[in-house]
């Protein structure tokens, strides 16, 4: 089974084949409309990820004691990097999840979507997402 | 004179920097102008020679200090032309000014069940110090509606003033929509009723001529960083009758005349709402910018900018499914649009991508953002540096967005 940090490697070097930020854009716009629509009831603001600009959903559930995300976003391109972070999160077990690393992000050149002035929420994104993993490695270590 | 924004970009050297390897095109002006090289050398002109703690030492430097700060503050008086220099407070900007006002007026003036009527396109700024004011007091805020087109209701202004009403507070200028609010008629209104009117003037201030008197406000409030100057510091302007009866808003130094433990007697005005040590370089930097947009001359800019403001929404209307957000019949220097169904977060940064600085989000009033059901929106606002050129290059940066998101 494919390592979380295998699958961050997998992205830098399909990221590593565009020549210009344009194409690389373009491949994240891609992602953000092939990204699955969530069921409405997942749309509710409990859901929502604090962030000013670009609003993300996020959702967790446990299956097969590995933790599979659900999300979206009502910007493309947000909703494209948040593909990405699920692409490589959602299917693991709790503990890799909280100890992911995640500097995929900054190899791909996609830093400045995670600094503060951004507002968008990717950087709380994460969080939740290391939260939801500890709150199920919590439940089911009971 | 006529402006030529070619050679008044030579006075700003961030101007010629490129970012994201292109050349930059700047139109987030209404979240800061940049500056120019007269502001800055003066900022160091100040600490290099003349750095010195003011209205104290008798010494020659703390003098020089002295004469300094208080000649700017004559300068921004007859810049705004208001009556004596004891009504420019100086302050670190406009969100501390209307603070200072929400404080120490209120205070005064207000008593549980009156009311303090602000405005539905006002700059967060301009909401939450009242809402403080209001539930510390319990008094209430209530709220000036406005039209689709971003118009305030005049109608229901007239409504709204009532014997209960004990301030005004508005903008001048919408920093979201570019509305320009007819001032004249609103305040002559509260005057009326002996009610008093702030105007939050931090987006006017850079694109019109101000003269507080002829306004007639009895508050007015701006920044100096969105008007060519430096950040940290702003203007309360504020009639010396309201003023004097105002107690302080902070307790320190400078703004008192006699301290003993059982008590302290304020020093008058405009000491009294200056605790501390001002911030003279930055009052100084201020100075300089007022100086520049002086000897440009406000009709002039102003000219420049409408000018500008007219061909950029000639040209964007061209583009297909381009909706704008605030279509008042007086307006200035902000444009502020959604482009199809893209999210402005995602046309905010492909423009990025292509060199062109805009704001996008909800900027700071959120209520208006409700008000026309959105997101947000993107923005682009004007300044005398600005070129047909760069909105040329802003119309190829949309395209290409469209392009992308298509």
């Known amino acids: ?142 | 004179m006529t402006i030529q924004a070619d050679s008044i970009r030579k006075a700003f050297p961030i101007l010629s920097r490129t970012v994201n390897k292109r050349p930059l095109v700047y139109f987030d002006n209404a979240a800061t102008t940049q500056k120019p090289q007269v502001v800055m050398d003066r900022l160091m002109h100040y600490y290099s020679y003349e750095n010195s703690n003011i209205h104290r030492g008798a010494h020659f430097l703390s003098q020089q200090a002295t004469e300094a700060y208080e000649s700017a503050r004559a300068t921004i008086r007859a810049f705004i032309h208001a009556r004596h220099n004891h009504e420019v407070i100086f302050t670190r900007g406009t969100t501390e000014a209307i603070n200072l006002v929400a404080y120490s007026y209120t205070k005064k003036f207000v008593k549980p069940g009156d009311e303090v009527l602000i405005s539905a396109m006002e700059h967060h700024s301009n909401i939450v110090p009242w809402q403080i004011a209001c539930q510390e007091l319990n008094a209430r805020l209530k709220v000036i509606p406005m039209n689709e087109r971003g118009e305030l209701d005049m109608e229901a202004y007239a409504k709204l003033l009532t014997g209960k009403t004990r301030i005004v507070a508005l903008t001048h200028v919408s920093n979201a929509l570019g509305t320009v609010n007819p001032l004249k008629e609103i305040i002559r209104q509260a005057h009326n009723m002996d009610i008093p009117v702030l105007i939050d003037g931090a987006q006017a201030i850079p694109h019109m001529a101000v003269d507080v008197q002829d306004l007639d406000c009895d508050f007015y409030c701006f920044s100096g960083h969105k008007m060519y100057g430096p950040m940290g510091v702003g203007v309360l302007y504020g009639k010396e009758e309201w003023l004097n009866q105002m107690p302080p808003y902070q307790g320190g130094g400078e703004m008192i005349r006699e301290v003993t433990f059982s008590g302290t007697t304020y020093n008058e005005l405009p000491f009294k709402f200056e605790a501390g040590t001002p911030n003279v370089a930055d009052v100084l930097g201020m100075e300089s910018a007022v100086k520049f947009i002086s000897h440009l001359g406000h009709e002039h800019i102003a000219a420049h900018e409408n000018a500008l403001l007219e061909y950029a929404l000639s040209q964007m209307e061209q583009l297909d499914q381009i909706r704008f957000i605030g279509t008042a019949s007086q307006r200035t220097s902000v444009i502020s649009f959604l482009f199809k169904d893209i999210h402005p977060y995602d046309t905010g940064t492909i423009l990025d991508k292509l060199g062109v600085a805009v704001r996008t989000g909800h900027h700071c009033a959120q209520p208006i953002m409700d008000f026309f059901e959105i997101p947000g929106t993107v923005r682009v606002s004007l300044a005398i540096y600005n070129t047909k050129k760069e909105v040329d290059i802003l119309i190829e940066a949309l395209k290409k967005v469209r392009e992308m998101f298509g």
């Open chain 1, 1 to 142: 089974m494919t390592s979380i940090s295998d699958k961050e490697q997998e992205v830098v070097n399909e990221f590593e084949l565009f020549d210009d930020w344009m194409d690389k854009y373009n491949y994240i716009i891609e992602l953000g409309k092939s990204l699955p629509p969530i069921d409405e009831k997942h749309k509710e603001d409990k859901y929502l990820i604090n962030g000013c600009q670009a609003r993300v959903w996020l959702h967790a559930r446990m299956e097969d004691g590995k933790v599979v995300f659900l999300a979206d976003s009502d910007a493309l391109i947000t909703k494209g990097i948040v593909a990405l972070l699920i692409r490589v999160l959602s299917g693991h077990v709790p503990q890799e999840i909280i100890h992911a690393d995640m500097t995929f992000i900054d190899e791909i050149g996609l830093k400045e979507h995670l600094s503060q002035t951004r507002s968008n929420g990717l950087l709380n994104m994460i969080k939740q997402m290391k939260l939801y993993a500890l709150a199920f490695s919590k439940t089911s270590a009971k």
